[in-house]
């Protein structure tokens, strides 16, 4: 079938672990990382890294939509019909966000509660859709399979290294674990005076526009000991 | 019509989807190295928007509602038909420009599939509802979001093509410079946070 | 080139399958989900009383949250003249609610006053009596609302608890987080001394009379605007009621 968009079959399906399999998973952690490389999915970056742990949460819903959007695209690649292939892979993405979405309000309410609609932009969370249509489109559901938990993975990381300064800078926590400063200017009694007790909250790292500025400056140090991607126009 | 005008303001100025909510930001980022490639993608955002939150809107009240057609609580649906009516708009708007204005679609055309992904368009929708929105008004909160994303991408794409000539180190340059500009520009927004037009008018 | 017909077929199918996934694994959680958000909505009215009984309320299990609300916890519901409710007006007219716990309150605030139907929760805690009083408001972008619990007097605050829809984090999204913010209201009573309703104000620019007056929130002037408003009109409902209730 010609017209599937099939870029080319990369090998004939094996179920082998080598250097070509190895670098599927972590090249997006590092030389093609979706956030500062690609610039995929930035949008549910900024919004739910206040917090650590509702990054995690975040983190482990793009992993399984990645991995299974990618797995299920694969294998339906050659049924696809070009003409409607947005709107198919959209519909796979859709499907499994609202899988993830129903199973996060059963298991987890109160993430659900904080996490609500980011959980739903998932969908038009670029890296999702570009890995279809890049990657499963054209190649084999392991391969494919692989492909997206490495860029779920490399997008989770990211999300974890800007929430670790925005949730310690802006609420003196890390996982809502008090670590550093006072609770809050409201003192109510001297135990609540954890580790550097004078350092009071930068309010300004939990808002959004911080976050752009977080991952800014995260570009700037992955560049600068990655120089191969530093962008020369 | 004050209302509607309120609306228009608010979404445009004060909860601009850009730079309040930071929605769209992939394409935000990827297509603002020049005004020229700006003013396309920002334009077919205003389009898409002011088309698909109508349509939405009737989708949501007249199919997905309780008291809706079916008479059941469908809005775990909801994701799926918005993504669709988003990408098949995208898709028809496409068709019927390069159908009637040959030259608009020379211009924008290459910028409508991007569209269908952007999170602007499906991020307003699902505002919408959460908002409780009747027709008239997601339209005008529809028109508002595309002008004030339109607005947003062409001034950030306008200082991207001065600060090329500036002594950003090279780690930082691109990419990593127009994050921090947005940062910037996000914190300044924060200063029109909680105006209400309709109290200031 | 796949033909028309296999397009149709194709997306048919897909549809088909789709929706009876969706629809299959929705009414299989439905009763989770459903148990999840009354416990939600359990711990945050605990979260009203969580000095008296000296617990985190996070730290509860969901059983233990279960055990003390039907412990110790009565509720009733009322309109806003005082009187009290019965079930089957209150079934009628809000969307077949069992328990008052079960009370849409944005679904109330959108009513006239003279229609609301509001919950009361009873708390009791050895021979300690709390009434614990549901409020909703407007903050900057979306709703607010909090549970206020009132010490047997009705008019002095006991605990309180606020939640949000989508206030901004570090900013008007303190008044869920900040502990130490709540704890202000401690002791606040919503009558000055001389007995006129003051309701219980968040200053900002200092605390001139602290009787009912608490720190305003830096950089969140209007939702703590909101909160304010939000206790001052949402207390007046209750007035009548807990009026009554001291009284007997």
């Known amino acids: ?233 | 019509m004050g209302e509607l005008l309120n609306i228009f303001i608010k979404s445009a100025f004060i909860e601009n989807l850009a730079l309040s909510y930071f929605l769209g930001m992939c394409s935000f980022l990827a297509v603002s190295k020049t005004v020229k490639t700006a003013f396309g993608l920002g334009l077919a955002v205003i389009f898409v928007l002011g088309i698909t939150m109508p349509i939405n809107w009737l989708i949501n009240s007249v199919l997905l509602a309780e008291d809706g057609l079916f008479g059941t609580d469908l809005t775990f649906l909801r994701f799926i038909l918005f993504i669709a009516v988003i990408a098949s708009m995208v898709q028809l708007v496409e068709m019927v420009i390069e159908k009637f204005s040959p030259s608009l679609y020379n211009s924008l055309g290459i910028f409508l599939p991007l569209i269908t992904v952007n999170c602007a368009i499906l991020g307003g929708s699902l505002f919408m509802v959460s908002k409780e929105y009747n027709f008239s008004e997601s339209v005008a909160f529809g028109l508002g979001g595309g002008f004030g994303w339109f607005l947003a991408i062409i001034a950030i794409a306008a200082i991207r093509e001065k600060i090329r000539y500036s002594a950003v180190p090279a780690p930082l340059r691109g990419l990593g410079m127009a994050f921090i500009i947005t940062g910037l520009m996000g914190m300044a927004f924060m200063g029109l946070m909680g105006i209400d037009p309709a109290a200031v008018g | 080139m796949h033909s028309t017909k296999y397009i149709y077929t194709f997306v048919f199918i897909m549809t088909a399958l789709v929706a009876l996934l969706l629809a299959s694994m929705y009414t299989g959680l439905k009763p989770i989900h459903d148990k999840n958000e009354a416990l939600y909505n359990k711990r945050a009215i605990l979260s009203a009383v969580s000095d008296q009984l000296g617990k985190d309320i996070k730290s509860m299990s969901d059983a233990d949250v279960q055990a003390v609300f039907d412990s110790q916890i009565t509720q009733i519901a009322v309109d806003s003249r005082g009187n009290e409710v019965s079930s089957a007006q209150m079934a009628e007219e809000c969307e077949g609610a069992v328990k008052p716990e079960e009370i849409d309150m944005s679904k109330e605030k959108k009513k006239d006053d003279s229609e609301k139907i509001l919950p009361v929760y009873v708390f009791e805690n050895g021979d300690e009596k709390y009434y614990i009083i549901s409020v909703i408001g407007n903050g900057l972008w979306d709703e607010i609302w909090g549970n206020v619990a009132l010490k047997s007097d009705m008019s002095t605050i006991a605990g309180i608890d606020f939640d949000h829809a989508a206030e901004t984090p570090g900013l008007g999204a303190e008044i869920k987080d900040n502990k130490g913010w709540k704890k202000q209201y401690i002791g606040k009573s919503f009558y000055d001394a001389t007995g006129n309703y003051t309701s219980v104000v968040a200053m900002k620019g200092g605390v001139k009379d602290p009787s009912y007056q608490i720190d305003g929130l830096t950089g969140a002037t209007i939702t703590a605007n909101g909160v304010n408003d939000m206790m001052a009109s949402g207390y007046k409902l209750y007035e009548s009621f807990l009026k009554k209730q001291k009284k007997s």
């Open chain 1, 1 to 233: 079938m010609a017209d599937t968009a099939t870029v080319k079959e990369v090998k004939k399906s094996s179920l082998t672990f080598g250097k070509k399999e190895k670098a599927l998973i972590t090249d997006p952690l590092n030389d093609t990382n979706p956030i500062t490389v690609q610039v995929l999915g930035i949008c549910s970056a900024l919004a739910v890294t206040t917090g650590v742990k509702n990054s995690l949460v975040m983190a482990v819903a793009v992993v399984f939509v990645c991995l299974f959007a990618n797995t299920i695209t694969s294998l339906l690649r050659k049924r696809i019909p070009k003409q409607v292939r947005m709107i198919v892979q959209l519909v796979i993405i859709a499907t499994l966000v609202t899988v993830v979405e129903l199973t996060l309000k059963a298991i987890n309410f109160e993430s659900y509660r904080q996490l609500s609609v980011f959980i739903g932009l998932i969908i038009t969370n670029c890296i999702v859709m570009g890995r279809l249509e890049a990657f499963a489109m054209g190649n084999d559901p392991y391969r494919s399979a692989l492909d997206g938990l490495g860029n779920g993975i490399g997008y989770g990381l990211i999300l974890i290294a800007v929430a670790i300064p925005r949730e310690l800078l802006g609420k003196g926590s890390l996982m809502d674990f008090k670590i550093i400063g006072n609770t809050s200017e409201f003192l109510v009694n001297t135990t609540e005076v954890s580790w550097l007790g004078w350092y009071a909250n930068n309010n300004l790292m939990v808002l959004v526009p911080s976050a752009m500025i977080v991952i800014g400056i995260l570009i700037w140090i992955h560049r600068a000991w990655n120089p191969k991607l530093v962008d020369v126009s």
